[in-house]
């Protein structure tokens, strides 16, 4: 099946920095990516969607200015989390889709705390 | 509107007796239903999909489910657990196009005893 890589798998920063994670599909043009985010012990929420070549589309109370979300190419997309606070820490992963099939493949997600 | 539910919580079973995850859904177009299983700190892998075809889909590692529209339920079996099933499983709705976010319900943890 189709391949999607996240980088990096995690990621230990302070308070107040931003990190960058990236989203790749490896073997096929990914027309739409998704960025979740998973709580411990809790359900994937979806974030945002987004198109190659357009703005992303977020989810209520997601806020943009905070995920700033980048997809550049077919195979690349980029969330950053600017000026990241602990009640941030998370686990984000991304899925792509390149539209003619059901599925979406996910990466294998990244693990962010803010210390 | 989509939605799921995912009845259980937490499901406990012994080792070699059936498994059984239950699933409802709810939504306006004609869905797309999924299973993915997630083990501690990994992603999710896809065990099965229904996507209007057959309606008992048969996925990997033994599961599968079957859609049942007059229940609107997309429950998944496996005769005989493996220690290995022990994950958390997620049942998703979606519509038709890939190109549409999913709807993931709250998980179910699959506990297997010795």
């Known amino acids: 099946g189709a391949v999607v890589s996240q980088h990096p798998s995690w990621v230990i920063c302070k308070s107040g920095t931003s990190v960058k994670i990236e989203c790749r599909s490896l073997?096929?043009?990914?027309?739409?990516m998704f960025w979740y985010r998973q709580f411990p012990k809790q359900s994937l929420m979806l974030m945002a969607t987004s198109n190659e070549g357009s703005k992303a589309t977020y989810e209520q109370g997601v806020e943009k200015d905070k995920f700033l979300i980048n997809h550049a190419s077919l195979t690349l997309s980029t969330l950053t989390v600017t000026s990241a606070h602990p009640e941030d820490s998370s686990f984000y992963i991304c899925?792509?889709?390149?539209?003619?099939?059901?599925?979406?493949?996910f990466g294998p997600g990244t693990r962010l705390t803010v210390l | 509107a989509q939605s799921v539910t995912q009845l259980d919580s937490h499901v406990s079973v012994s080792e070699g007796t059936p498994v059984l995850l239950r699933c409802n859904y709810s939504s306006s177009y004609s869905p797309s239903l999924f299973w993915y299983v997630q083990h501690p700190n990994k992603g999710l892998q896809l065990l099965l999909k229904?996507?209007?075809?057959?309606?008992l889909v048969k996925g990997i590692n033994g599961f599968e489910a079957e859609f049942k529209k007059s229940e609107t339920s997309f429950h998944l079996t496996k005769p005989s657990a493996h220690m290995s099933d022990a994950a958390e499983y997620f049942c998703v709705v979606s519509s038709f196009s890939g190109n549409t976010p999913l709807v993931f319900g709250k998980g179910t943890r699959l506990s297997v005893i010795a």
């Open positions: 073997d096929f043009q990914a027309t739409t």
């Open positions: 229904y996507t209007s075809a057959a309606t």
């Open positions: 899925s792509a889709t390149g539209g003619l099939a059901y599925e979406q493949f």
